[in-house]
DNA sequence: TGTTCCTGTGAAGAACTGTTCATATGACCG
DNA sequence: CGGTCATATGAACAGTTCTTCACAGGAACA
């Protein structure tokens, strides 16, 4: 298969390191998404990757929900919860609605609740499987 | 940690803080899937959540590659791979075929597999539809 | 056998994250 | 008005994370 060149640095980066499988490094790289595009999503994925965010985020699935109520139910102080929604709400995860001294949060990210949904249906398959939980 | 009397979140009504809308506090916090696997879903978007990591798993989505391949792909120094590589193997996201001294590392998790089609897509989607983003 | 090559690992340090405390803002109530 | 309530924000701090450096182990190869 790579009978012509094994140590062949592809002029994509102009690495000092060897290469292997030269073909599938290339056709890899080729399909590898933009810096921008990767960090994006990276970001993304690291707001699911705290408990309470994603508590957070689950709360709010199916509509809006006040502070204090997300509060309650994340189980994370009003404090907490609002810088929270404030990293979220900076990456348009989340939008509010303002009524009066009140702040509606809802979920406004259509990707994020696709992945979230993903995520839970996750858990409901692995807990048909491990049967050791108890009901609410 | 000393919530000691605050432990039971369940009752809703008898708990510190103020709830507001109490019927959707009680539905949403039913859904609420237990604190095993918030942590492990949260857990497993975390190792996500790193640009290198991602570029690592998403060189993975069709086939197996060396270590130094992957270096390549990538663009993280060997060392840095490795110790990504052991990261993702002990969450059993990566499963590895040793031949000779060359280790070969291939994707075992088809949950993680879903999750990065779906952001794979999304990325291609969104360069479709917003070529630019803003943030604040 | 000794050497080179690929990978794995521990330690260390810089950078980042998430929480709490204290306080601020602006809306409502009396 | 003054006071309270819901939320927002800044600073600080403990804990975590990611990278690099140095080196170790085992397989190939002379």
Redesign the pocket.
């Given at each position: 298969m790579n009978s012509s060149s094994q140590e062949q640095v592809t002029a994509l980066e102009g690495c000092a390191t060897?290469v292997?499988d030269a073909d599938r490094v290339a056709v890899v790289s080729s399909r590898m998404p933009a810096e921008t595009d990767l960090v994006d999503t990276a970001d993304i994925f690291?707001l699911l990757?705290?408990?309470?965010?994603l508590r957070l985020l689950l709360a709010l699935l199916d509509g809006e929900l006040?502070?204090?109520?997300l509060?309650v139910v994340t189980g994370?102080?009003?404090?907490?919860?609002?810088?929270?929604?404030?990293?979220l709400r900076a990456h348009r995860v989340v939008a509010?609605r303002?009524?009066?001294?009140?702040?509606?949060y809802r979920l406004d990210d259509a990707h994020v609740r696709m992945l979230l949904d993903l995520a839970l249906a996750h858990t409901e398959h692995t807990q048909a499987i491990h049967p050791e939980r108890k009901e609410s």
């Open positions: 060897r292997v690291g990757s705290d408990p309470g965010r006040c502070v204090c109520d509060s994370l102080s009003e404090s907490a919860t609002s810088h929270a929604l404030r990293l509010v303002r009524a009066g001294r009140m702040a509606y």
